[in-house]
């Protein structure tokens, strides 16, 4: 059975930082590129960002807002991914989803994890 | 980026059959899928590659199109179907979702 499990969100200051962590099982870890995607209070999905597997160099990508301020990382030894937040704003208030996505153009989000909140507030 | 647009909210009687549409502002061939989110839960997958159910996902649910034009249909609608229901592109980069429609039982 596929499990995604986020932790390590929480209240934080405006300009703070928090680390998010993503645990997974129960699938082949290294086939799959890993997504971090939040939601706003009341809003929409958003895209945030995404590491790749090794086939694919673990290149990385981030959404145009969170770009310089945000890190995404993976461990394939754990099976799990990481989302270091940096220079927190209250916009980045959110849900903070971890995702898979199998390495495909036409490949969706099939497992999502329960997300994490993230409270940026002073 | 690729903007998706859906209509924010539709009410529907059990039974019914709805449609919910999503627009590309340019195409993404048949790279769109669909999520239904209930409140308090993470995204279901419902539909990938715009036409294709997810495993486990009831017949009722069916999706069409390509290019810049998408529907999820349900057929017949349930109670249980109260939900909002989003769409995402996968085609270009990066990857985007439509601000959701909220489906409402009559």
């Known amino acids: 059975e596929v499990q995604i499990l986020e932790t390590g969100g929480g209240l934080v200051k405006p300009g703070g930082s928090l680390r998010l962590s993503c645990a997974t099982s129960?699938?082949?870890?290294?086939?799959?590129?890993m997504h971090w995607v939040r939601q706003a209070p009341g809003n929409g999905l958003e895209w945030v960002a995404e590491?790749?597997?090794?086939?694919?160099?673990?290149?990385?990508y981030y959404a145009a807002s969170v770009k310089g301020r945000f890190t995404i990382s993976r461990d394939d030894s754990k099976s799990s991914v990481y989302l270091q937040v940096s220079s927190l704003r209250a916009e980045d208030t959110a849900i903070y989803y971890c995702?898979?996505?199998?390495?495909?153009?036409?490949?969706?989000?099939?497992?999502w994890g329960q997300g994490v909140m993230v409270t940026v507030s002073s | 980026d690729t903007v998706l647009t859906q209509s924010p909210a539709l009410a529907v009687s059990p039974g019914e059959r709805v449609t919910i549409s999503c627009r590309a502002s340019?195409?993404?061939?048949?790279?769109m899928h669909w999520y239904q989110q209930k409140p308090g839960q993470q995204p279901k997958l419902l539909i990938y590659?715009?036409?294709n159910l997810e495993s486990g996902v009831p017949a009722r649910f069916s999706g069409s199109g390509s290019g810049t034009d998408f529907t999820l249909t349900i057929d017949p609608v349930e109670a249980d179907d109260t939900a909002t229901y989003f769409c995402?592109?996968?085609?270009?980069?990066?990857?985007?979702f439509g601000a959701g429609t909220k489906l409402e039982l009559k």
């Open positions: 995702s898979r996505l199998e390495g495909d153009i036409l490949a969706p989000f099939d497992y």
């Open positions: 129960g699938f082949n870890f290294n086939d799959y590129f």
């Open positions: 590491v790749r597997n090794k086939n694919n160099n673990y290149a990385t």
């Open positions: 340019e195409s993404v061939s048949t790279g």
């Open positions: 590659g715009a036409s």
């Open positions: 995402q592109q996968s085609w270009n980069d990066p990857n985007t």
